[in-house]
């Protein structure tokens, strides 16, 4: 099962500032921890503590380009995975779940972002 509200949230830690795209990534992972099967506030925190890791890096990355951010978010997507279900104390999973949805969330932000941006650029939000 891929996570798409982890394509939501790296986006919104390249696209938005601190408050506002802080704001946005918990709502996000509250409504998905309503969701989902319950993990006591797991999503939450991982997405925000995602959403900050990105925040503090952004001034020493590039991410311009479609192919660096598709490379960006595959490794943020296995680094929030990965220490989630190594955490869980599973680390058949990591090989045979995580890296194909990695790839796929890389692969949608490479098409995906460029028209999040031009929907961005048109409202008035």
């Not at 309503?34 to 997405?47: H, T, W």
């Not at 680094?79 to 955490?87: E, Y």
């Not at 599973?90 to 796929?104: D, K, R, S, V």
Request: aromatic fraction near 14%.
């Amino acid at each position: 099962r891929v996570d798409w509200a982890l394509l939501v949230v790296i986006y919104l830690s390249m696209a938005r500032p601190l408050w506002s795209g802080g704001f946005f990534v918990l709502a996000v992972g509250l409504v998905m921890e309503a969701l989902a099967a319950s993990r006591y506030g797991v999503l939450p925190l991982s997405y925000l503590t995602l959403f900050l890791l990105m925040k503090t890096v952004e001034t020493h990355l590039f991410l311009e380009g479609r192919l660096t951010r598709a490379f960006w978010v595959f490794n943020l997507c296995l680094l929030q995975k990965g220490l989630l279900t190594l955490s869980l104390g599973g680390f058949h999973a990591l090989t045979i779940h995580i890296l194909p949805e990695a790839f796929i969330l890389g692969l949608a932000a490479f098409f995906l972002y460029p028209l999040l941006e031009r929907v961005e650029r048109r409202s008035p939000v």
